[in-house]
């Protein structure tokens, strides 16, 4: 065998270059990249602009639900209602006339007879019953628009906030598909499991907060005043009030599908998060003393969530460590 024969034979014995197509997305220039952005941003503000269109035709809806969770008071009444009381108050306002007029052939208010004060003042009680019933010190809320088109403007940002969450799964399936091409092809293959986990995530953290937090922050808020003053909210600023808090928390309860991504690209370990655990915990009560009224029990409602979601993510972080193990034994 000459020397160039055994130079070559070793080469020969080398296995297949790794077949970086097969396992990496496709390369892509600077120019690509913003092209590709542009494409998938669209898509998502399409998306967006389609579940807004369909939650504005039912924002009557959305947004009385959302007032369901004011404590129950004047904030409930229907039209019929409303029409019932206005009845009243003219009942009680023609009373009131009425006995006025029965006595108005008195020349002093001592010729009055007992009969006629207490049929006066009993009307004049009904006139003012109905008047101030819905401003009542009671801890009760009444919810009311101080301009003609602040209801509509309440439902435009309604539509907005139910919009996010109707197309969230299009809009981060849109945002894992930009970055794909940088990953495995056994990353790429996690997007539906993924997309559904982090929708389910997002969703969850808005029911939370509706039906838990804002059930009793909204009652211990209205009791505050009760006894001092009637409260009167108005309805955009409940609102605004109320859609912050549920995109907080959708955005909190997100928490342990980004530690998973960051898992599986190498930025966290378990031991890290472990090691955190104390400052985190310490941190999360922290924040839920700020967002949440100063009652121990509405923290601990906030922060438990909170601390559950941190140990829940340090457990994916572990399994997605193990996954990571066997695969490079594999």
């Given at each position: 065998?000459?020397?160039?024969?055994?130079?070559?034979?070793?080469?020969?014995?080398?296995?297949?270059?790794?077949?970086?197509?097969?396992?990496?997305?496709?390369?892509?220039?600077?120019?690509?990249?913003?092209?590709?952005?542009?494409?998938?941003?669209?898509?998502?503000?399409?998306?967006f602009g389609i579940a807004f269109v369909v939650c504005f035709y039912y924002a009557d809806f959305l947004t009385q639900v959302l007032v369901d969770c004011v404590p129950q008071g004047a904030q409930n009444n229907t039209m019929q209602e409303i029409l019932a009381q206005q009845d009243s108050q003219n009942t009680a306002?023609?009373?009131?006339?009425?006995?006025?007029?029965?006595?108005?052939?008195?020349?002093?208010?001592?010729?009055?007879t007992t009969e006629q004060e207490n049929a006066l003042l009993e009307k004049i009680e009904k006139l003012v019953e109905a008047r101030m019933g819905a401003l009542s010190l009671s801890g009760e809320v009444t919810m009311i628009a101080k301009n003609p088109v602040e209801i509509i403007i309440t439902w435009l940002k309604v539509a907005f906030v139910a919009g996010l969450f109707l197309s969230f799964p299009?809009?981060?399936?849109?945002?894992?598909?930009?970055?794909?091409?940088?990953?495995?092809?056994?990353?790429?293959?996690?997007?539906?499991?993924?997309?559904?986990?982090?929708?389910i995530c997002f969703v969850a953290g808005g029911l939370f907060c509706y039906f838990v937090i804002f059930r009793f922050i909204l009652a211990f808020l209205a009791m505050l005043a009760a006894g001092t003053a009637a409260n009167l909210w108005t309805i955009s600023e409940y609102l605004n009030f109320m859609l912050?808090?549920?995109?907080?928390?959708?955005?909190?309860?997100e928490e342990p599908v980004v530690i998973f991504i960051l898992a599986r690209i190498g930025l966290v370990t378990r031991e890290a998060l472990m090691k955190f655990s104390p400052y985190a915990i310490v941190l999360m009560f922290v924040v839920a003393?700020?967002?949440?009224?100063?009652?121990?029990?509405?923290q601990i409602m906030c922060a438990g969530p909170l601390v559950a979601l941190y140990f829940l993510s340090v457990l994916v972080v572990g399994f997605v460590e193990k996954k990571s193990e066997a695969e490079s034994a594999a």
């Open positions: 065998m000459t020397t160039e024969e055994q130079k070559q034979q070793p080469n020969s014995q080398l296995p297949p270059p790794h077949d970086t197509e097969e396992e990496l997305g496709a390369s892509m220039t600077f120019l690509e990249h913003l092209i590709e952005l542009r494409t998938r941003m669209i898509r998502a503000l399409i998306a306002t023609a009373g009131v006339t009425s006995a006025t007029g029965a006595i108005s052939s008195a020349t002093d208010i001592a010729d009055m299009f809009i981060f399936y849109q945002a894992w598909m930009f970055v794909a091409p940088g990953l495995y092809k056994r990353e790429r293959r996690a997007v539906l499991p993924l997309v559904i986990t982090a929708w912050r808090f549920l995109l907080a928390f959708a955005i909190v309860f003393a700020v967002i949440t009224p100063p009652d121990p029990i509405s």
